[in-house]
């Protein structure tokens, strides 16, 4: 499946906002390969965990945002 997102736990609203528009969702704890988007509240700097990137998507920070928004932005940045 090509429009998975990853999204950090605790988001509730924006998951399901996502899952409104069509997305499946996970939890960014889950092992999960290539989603198309990864949404984070920017509250963790190295949320994943990780050293090195080895697929360029897009990162949402959605402190700002509105569930509706964070959909957008995915929309927007996601390469079909």
């Not at 969702?25 to 994943?48: C, H, K, R, W, Y």
Request: with cysteine; charged share 20%; net charge negative.
């Amino acid at each position: 499946m090509r429009n998975i997102v990853a999204v950090e736990d605790g988001l509730t609203d924006v998951k399901q906002a996502l899952e409104n528009a069509g997305f499946k969702t996970v939890n960014l704890s889950q092992n999960i390969t290539n989603p198309v988007a990864v949404v984070v509240t920017g509250m963790d700097e190295n949320f994943l965990g990780m050293q090195t990137v080895t697929n360029e998507v897009p990162v949402i920070d959605c402190r700002a945002l509105t569930a509706e928004q964070v959909v957008e932005e995915v929309q927007r940045r996601i390469v079909h």
